[in-house]
């Protein structure tokens, strides 16, 4: 074959190869599986806005005491945001971002009006949850001492009053119309007149009395339009309109990849006729050769094969035996095999250097309650997000163990001081405190944290173990303090303390 023929095949070949490439990423470039994220997504918000929903009215009418449940929806809306936003790349056209600008937007004043409901809202429950117990006391007055030392006339139309606007505000609070907020207010300005004929006392509880109403009269007509407000953002309408432009999005993907999977079918069969054609060509060339020679070299390829194989797998193995004997396998962090012999170098470099080396041994406050309550399985989830948690809050050179069960250990060189070790207790702290969900589980944990240290080559000489105890020891010591703090070994060393006693 002349080089130019040669050149002209080659380039044929690599044409072809192109082309086959490129149809075959036409039929694999949709990931079914982002698709199905997307969507239950799109449900698994639509259901928490409807629980939002709830929320909002269990609260309205008094079900719910406080409002964490009007806050506990947000980070879930900001992951499930984030995920919608980074699947729109696999969507066309402006229509789809739109739809999710929409829905963002919604859902933000949906939450600026939450806020506002929850302010307005604690104000108009205290004030409803005071007034009755108020008028009652009030009234007790009245038959009192104070009722003899007033004019009867004025004692009667004050109670007449006070039967009256207990009536009114009762009916105001489940129907705020203007005609019985002017007659409250009415109610309210004869009352203030009245007030000057009793004794201070008596004034003040007036005062508390037409507070509370005025409370009233503001707050339920303005809960009233937020609520209308947050009926009004429109996020339910928002999700579905989202859900419907992924949906069309992704039909239209699935027709294209189908256009494509038959123009590849087609094209696959004219590459099989060519190679056919090719492969009879060759035959022809090698006819020549002999049978031994083609089963000597299918043996040798088929030996270099194994050789290589199981090379790779003894190798794979290897590194996952490594790895299993230094590193806990729920968590992936150091063992105490491992951790014990990262202690012992580490006392060594400290001995060398007159540095300190600080370990901290803590358990986790809860978390037998979790595994009890919602299983191992929430508490191996709470396992590794305490390990995650914490390790984040670490030097790259330090070093943070399981060593079982619920029980850690941190690792930290070159301490400078007790305040150093103090701030990174109290960092690990508040890391394990904002665990507060895990699997779909509400719940609370804390950890009691035990702090010994060695210096220099005084340190060294104690040892790892007698270190770890010493630690180990000051953990009980917080237990029995109350938990969920730190607490000093007594033969924890500092650097203070030795440049003191060098003194």
Known sequence: ??????????????????????????????????????????????????????????????LDTGYDALAAPLPRIRQIETSLS?????????????????????????????????????????????LPSEITDLKTELTGIEGALVPSRTVLALDGALNALLTDILRFNLAPEITLAQRIETTLGTMLVQKSAFSPAVGERIDRLLRDARAVLRYRPQENAIELAIGKTG??????????EFDKSFADVLAQKQRSRTWLFAYSGLLLVLLVAAARRLLRTWRLLGVANRRLRSANETLETRVAERTAELEAQSARLEELAHHDGLTGLVNYAYLTRLLEHALIRAGRRGTTVCVMFFDLDGFKAVNDTYGHGTGDLVLREVAQRVQEKLRKEDVLARLG?????????????????????????????????????RIAISASIGISSAHGQAGADRGAQAIVADADQAMYQTKQAGKSGFSFSPQAQWPEQQATEAG
């Open 235 to 244: 996020t339910t309408e928002a999700i579905d309109r989202l859900g419907q």
């Open 1 to 62: 074959m002349t080089p130019r023929r040669r050149t002209s095949v080659i380039l044929l070949l690599a044409a072809l190869a192109l082309l086959l490439g490129f149809l075959f990423n036409r039929t694999t470039a949709v990931d079914v599986g982002a698709q199905s994220r997307v969507m239950l997504n799109l449900r698994e918000l639509e259901k928490i806005d409807a629980q939002w929903n709830a929320s909002i009215l269990r609260a309205r009418i008094g």
């Open 86 to 130: 980074d699947a729109l790349r696999m969507t066309r056209g402006p229509v789809a971002p739109q739809a999710y600008a929409q829905l963002v937007a919604s859902l933000q004043e949906k939450e600026r009006l939450v806020g506002q409901f929850k302010t307005g809202n604690a104000v108009l429950r205290e004030a409803l949850s005071a």
């Open 405 to 441: 069960g619920d029980e850690f250990v941190i690792l930290l060189e070159e301490v400078v001081s007790r305040e150093g070790a103090v701030r990174i207790a109290q960092l690990a702290l508040d890391q394990i405190r904002g665990i507060t969900e895990a699997g779909g589980h």
